[in-house]
């Protein structure tokens, strides 16, 4: 069965870290592009963040750009979202998803695959 687990989130105050993780089973992460999402209550489902297959490319929303960064590992078959200097804008439940690509500058497409459980981060102020 192919699927990716979201774990890493948490409650945390305005201007900390948090590191999620999005772990692959049932294939090799190795060959896909990632993105992150995120959904606040209320609001609608939105890109946060991309990687492509090889590292090389990412691209970021406006409203992350400078405090949230995107890696891969993928000898543990795992993509990371470094969140720093949260704000409590920020919080959502976070997902990971497959791309079909993700090119710098071309912005964070819908991927595709159902969506996982999410991992909750929550900031206060």
């Known amino acids: 069965q192919l699927q990716l687990v979201e774990s890493g989130g948490g409650l945390v105050q305005s201007g900390r870290s948090l590191r999620l993780s999005c772990a692959a089973s049932g294939f090799t992460l190795q060959y896909a592009a990632i993105g992150w999402f995120r959904q606040a209550p209320g609001k609608e489902r939105e890109g946060v963040s991309c990687?492509?297959?090889?590292?090389?490319?990412?691209n970021y929303a406006d409203s992350v750009k400078g405090r949230f960064t995107i890696t891969r590992d993928n000898a543990k078959n795992t993509v990371y979202l470094q969140m720093n200097n949260l704000k409590p804008e920020d919080t959502a439940v976070y997902y990971c998803?497959?791309?079909?690509?993700?090119?710098?500058?071309?912005?964070?497409?819908?991927?595709?695959?159902?969506w996982g459980q999410g991992t909750q981060v929550t900031v206060s102020s």
């Open positions: 990687i492509s297959s090889g590292g090389g490319s990412t």
């Open positions: 998803r497959r791309q079909t690509i993700c090119v710098t500058g071309s912005g964070i497409r819908p991927g595709f695959g159902s």
